[in-house]
């Protein structure tokens, strides 16, 4: 695996090193020893599979709060999406920055988003499929949303939402109490 370094501090993306000969190839998608190196999470709880019909489909940008706080590793694996992550981090030094990257089925391309990281994508084909990692299971008192659109982090999507749940429609502007917690 290769991991490239975002700006945003602890977040990477994540590209195969495939190991190829006549039959196609052969790539490793975790390796606890190899993301342990490089300082990353190593245990997971969860592989969510999430599938969009439309092109357009917008999810996010979710999170959960400690001690629930998640890690995720996210690959698309049926056509493609752009990947943010935003960072919340209280003491980082991108806090309220955020990054995108284009995934793939073709790319085969992860976004590794670490604890304290909202996380959302937008489809850029219809049908389009992901997997992810997830290394905290599901808390409804510690859930949290940041509005695809809210100004404060100005995300800038490549293309325009065109389905996007009633839940993630209602997020809230910003406010450091209830979104921090």
């Known amino acids: 695996m290769i991991f490239n370094p975002t ?5 990477f993306t994540i590209d195969l090193e495939k190991r190829g000969d006549a039959r196609g190839f052969f790539a490793r998608m975790f390796c606890r020893e190899e993301f342990k190196k490089h300082g ?5 709880v969860q592989v969510n599979n999430s599938l969009s019909a439309d092109q357009g ?4 940008l979710h999170y ?4 629930e706080a998640e890690v995720k590793v996210v690959r698309c694996v049926r056509g493609a999406l752009w990947d ?3 960072d919340l981090r209280k003491e980082s030094a991108t806090f309220g920055k955020w990054f995108g990257a284009e995934l793939t089925a073709e790319n ?4 590794y ?23 905290a299971f599901y808390a409804p008192d510690k859930e949290r949303g940041v509005r ?3 100004p404060r982090f100005d995300v800038r999507w490549p293309i325009a939402p065109v389905v996007i749940s009633d839940k993630d429609k209602a997020h809230r502007d910003f406010d450091p109490a209830w979104h921090l917690g």
Not at 7 to 11: D, E, S
Not at 108 to 111: A, H, N, Y
């Open 7 to 11: 700006p945003l501090q602890g977040a």
């Open 40 to 44: 990353l999470k190593t245990e997971f």
């Open 57 to 60: 489909t917008l999810r996010g």
């Open 64 to 67: 959960q709060l400690a001690p």
């Open 84 to 86: 943010v992550i935003l």
């Open 108 to 111: 085969r391309r992860m976004m």
């Open 113 to 135: 988003c670490p604890e304290g990281f909202a996380h959302g994508f937008i489809t850029l084909t219809p049908d389009t499929e992901a997997i992810y990692l997830v290394s």
């Open 148 to 150: 695809h659109n809210d």
